[in-house]
């Protein structure tokens, strides 16, 4: 049977992580094990405990109980669940649960980059992004179009961030992710020693197109995409193997990161 509380106090300690704690707070970076991450949406939930998440707390509607959050109730009958009406909860967020439920989980240790990458062969490094969505949607497009695991530099938004995580569907739990090591020095150096081709994706005059044929012959390939504003650095492009562009129409220079990775993947995960 669930542990159903009725939130009568707003200033409740418990319901910090929900109201008051910041996203860089939930992450806590000066002691890990203790960082948390809000998952929002029965299917991120979901997925979330299908990756062995622990879940700390739940916060959802009265309605909610009985209906959306059911079987999430089902798998977490001891696991607090914080409820009242839209218009309390409305008060303690700030904002709509158009998604219906919340839950707190403690963040999973993250495996090494070599873990990561050793039975991989095609990969994805982003490189300084800092949109949550952006990040959520190449997560998305990463686990639907065949990408085996995610490198992110340190200069990256979280992909548990609360946004990132609901935009991604909850596929940042599916497919696996972990930090690079000094970046672009040392992250290059492992991808190399792996026995990766590293493809930076970036308009320049000397880019093949995404379809050329060499570059579909790798066996092992990273893609490496860049930041919203400025795209990968000098010194990144200048590491890779390739440089690589997709074709564009209609005097259209470029595409959003997050669209340009879903064409990339789709053109470079077939093999």
Known sequence: MANVIEITDFSAPELDVYARLTEAQLLNRFEPAKGMFIAESPKVIHRALDASCQPVSLLMERKDITGAA????????????????????????????????????????????????????????????????????????????????????PGCSNPLYRRSARVSMGTVFQIPWAYTPQWPEEGMRLLKEMGFKTAAMALRDDSVSVDDPSLMGEEKLAIVLGSEGDGLTNDTIASCDYTVKIPMFHGVDSLNVAAASAVAFWQLGKR
């Open 70 to 153: 059911r079987e999430i109730l089902e798998r977490c009958p001891e696991v607090p669940v914080y409820t009242a009406d839209e218009e309390l909860l409305c008060n303690l967020t700030g904002y709509h649960l158009t998604r219906g439920v919340l839950c707190a989980m403690r963040r999973p240790p993250l495996p090494a980059p070599e873990a990561l990458c050793s039975d991989a062969n095609r990969i994805v490094v982003l490189e300084n992004i800092m949109n949550p969505t952006n990040i959520g949607a190449i997560f998305r497009s990463a686990a639907a179009l065949g990408m085996d695991a995610v490198l992110l530099t």
